[in-house]
């Protein structure tokens, strides 16, 4: 009983507490049957059972994501999507972020190409048609149109929709902006005040002006740093974006990489100094141009409507009237900036380019001792690049030194004239000057205060006005320099759009060069079951407009599958231009060429001279180009590799480097035999139906070259080997034997073990040993023309000549005379 009276007392207590919601509640369940009570017990139950197994299991799948974030971060892999995104895992604080990269869409690229391509010819079909808005590719970078027209045509790709991220960013930012020149405005108020109740004394007042002062300027603190963070976000963002968009045109299955450099030629060599150092600069110059053009602008208008509202209209005349003076020298007497900053950084590209191109070949050049004529080529890179940047800052000391004197002195003397004009022409002073007209006695004791005031305030106002004005006069500087960015990385982009969309077209009124890249008229196929040439010209390209090197005029062979060839001839012939024609690297200036796809177990792969390893792991190694991703997608594991490690004599590698996961510089870890088998291994493991191998086993011994070439076609690999060796002849089955035609400069396609093969081959034999039959004739004849070019013959008294005697240590013999 005084058990139920404390639980009674306790629920009357709880009631007491919930007040009059908790006698509803148990007033309904009071009114509520058993069985519903029960359903409602049986019901909560069941929620908590299965809640619990949820958040059991919901723990469990974020444990198993977050060891993959790990095991996906520490193998730098990630996680490809079904619409071509990659996720990527980065390190965040102490654990993982997701990062989703989504490659820019073809279409993107063609509704760019019309905004960075120069109106071909076929756009304009008649000749007196003016051109559209593009400028030509020899506009030189300043301010004018065409800097314009680039720098809105970057912006579509740094800003692609409205709801973008950088747009968010530049809204945040623009708020912030409006916002720090509303403070400006209460800390030039507030300034008056303060200064007005200190020459009153009045103590109270003054306090709390300070108080306000401190609060305003905390604040006023917190927006200048966060309009400074917003522009670095905004700059991440615009150079994000643009990395993104070069990065997916400069690296895809059309080459441009490559073409870029070796037939196109636009940008010279320095296409890393374009996407990296010039990328760069472009991006923090375009970010700051919204702080450094737009505040002041709108400080301008805020600024000159108070100083309207105080000093009247002379004072606004006066100022506009200075703006524009000022504004009309500076851009007068201002050097081309933005042209200079464009030959620098082509100068600085270029000086790069020397220290790469070292780095890559300094073996080479430690073999030939070459360390001096290198340091002469440095040397005279970088004295160019320091004569034209010692000639930039001699421009900028003069153009600094009037920037300076117009901006801060004499603005400042020409603020103090029209902050003067409400007590020396108080009927031309607006506001002010009313409180300097002749009133009551009572109101003028109080002038002298007032008119400290509003000295202070209007003094306040025309140093930021002042500070605005020279911000915008600055930004003429920085405007030029933003249009030599601007040039550069237009350039860039526009370089690779004709590139990816081959418009090379001759200058008007010209016929186009015999295989140059404008008389391209040849066909690439894709996806014929081998390879065919039909009337294709051998053409070592050149560097747009010069034309190819033609090698030879008309090559046609088919290749079906399992018919393997060698493709032979002198040096120079042109083996290797028929892998890099097969390949897409040079075009196809006539006739068709046709090749399975890419590589895959229905495609073609190409084996380079020079075999290429991959930063990454040993498991990189083998699967490349694929990624780890794409071989776990495809069902594939280390056991397989190893096995394929085993077939190319390998085996020994995962044990002696230390695993499939280690990392290591391999180009210097491998030996160049061990290279070209691990290039057999990549075609072991992605098991193409045609293999082209370019002199892929010079730095392999015989029985390992067999053991590969058997193990390529257990595989059912048609191979097509470029080699000289004629080793090789007795794994294929076909002969492209290359400027061996009854011209010299012909081929011949032969079938490897024929009758007219055999024949040709005695008939060789049969030329070599008429020529070893003459060789004791030849050998005779060399030591008579020796020892008549031995004999010295000397001028007699009667003209006559006579032979000079050998030497006495001749005639004896070296082993009896005495030469000491």
Sequence with gaps: MAAQSTLRHSDDHLLSILGPWAQLIRSRVKNTSKTARLAATLTLTIAIIFGAYGGRSWLKQRSKRRAQRQRLLRRNSGLRGKDGSRTIIVPYRSSTAEVKIYPTKPTTFDAHRRLFLYPSRAARPDEGQRP?????????????????????????????????????????????????????????????????????????????????????????????AAIKFLQSKVAIAFRTRLTRYIHDLYLNNNLNYYKLLNLDGGIGQGADQFITNDLTLFTASAASLYSSIGKPLVDLFVFNYQLFRSLGPLALTGLLANYFITATALRRLSPP????????????????????????????????????????????????????????????????MLEDFVLKYSWSAFGYLITSLPVFLPEWGGFDGRSELPTSEAASSNRSHARMQQFITNKRLMLSLADAGSRMMYSIKDLSELAGYTSRVYTLIS???????????????????????????????????????????????????????????????????????????????GKSSIARVLGGLWPVYRGLVSRPRNSGIDGIMILPQRPYLASGTLRDQVIYPHSEIDMRDSGRRDSELFQILEDVRLGYLPEREGGWNVRKEWKDVLSGGE?????????????P??????????????????????????RGITLLTISTRVSLKKYHEWNLDLGQGEEGDEWVFDRIGTEEEKEGVERELESLRERLAQVEGWRKRRDEINAELGKVWISGQNGGESELPPPEYIEKGFEDTDLT
Aim: charged share 20%; hydrophobic share 40%; with cysteine.
């Design 132 to 224: 559209g808005q593009i400028p030509p590719p020899n506009t030189k970078p300043g301010l004018n149109i065409a800097f314009l027209y680039q720098f809105l045509s970057l912006l579509n790709i740094m800003i692609p929709h409205w709801n973008s991220k950088e747009s968010g960013l530049l809204f945040s930012q623009g708020l912030f902006l409006l916002l720090r020149t509303y403070l400006s405005l209460v800390v030039t108020r507030l300034d008056g005040e303060i200064v007005r109740d200190l020459v009153a004394g009045n103590g109270r007042s003054f306090l709390w002006g300070i108080v306000k002062w401190c609060g305003v300027g905390g604040f006023a603190s917190y927006t200048n």
């Design 337 to 400: 900036f933005g042209k200079l900053k464009a030959v620098e950084g082509r100068k600085e590209g270029d000086f790069r380019a020397l220290h790469s191109r070292l780095i890559a070949n300094a073996e080479e050049v430690a073999f030939y001792g070459g360390a001096d004529m290198e340091k002469v080529f440095l040397d005279k890179g970088y004295k160019d690049l320091k004569i034209w940047m010692e000639g930039i800052y001699r421009l900028k000391i003069r153009y600094n």
């Design 495 to 573: 370089t690779l759009h004709r590139v990816h969309a081959g418009q090379y077209e001759p200058a008007r009124g010209i016929s186009p060069e015999p295989y140059s890249l404008s008389d391209i008229l040849g066909t690439l196929h894709r996806g014929y079951d081998g390879v065919r040439f039909e009337n294709v010209p051998l053409v070592a390209p050149a560097i747009y407009p010069l034309p190819g090197d033609l090698l030879i005029p008309s090559l046609s062979f088919t290749i079906t599958p399992g018919a393997h060839v060698l493709i032979s001839g002198p040096n120079g012939a």
């Design 675 to 687: 290279k070209q088998r691990m290039a057999f291994a990549r075609l072991l493991y992605h098991e």
């Design 689 to 714: 139906r045609y293999a082209v191998i370019d002199e892929g086993t010079s730095a392999v011994s015989s029985d390992v070259e067999g053991l590969l070439y058997e193990r390529c076609k257990d």
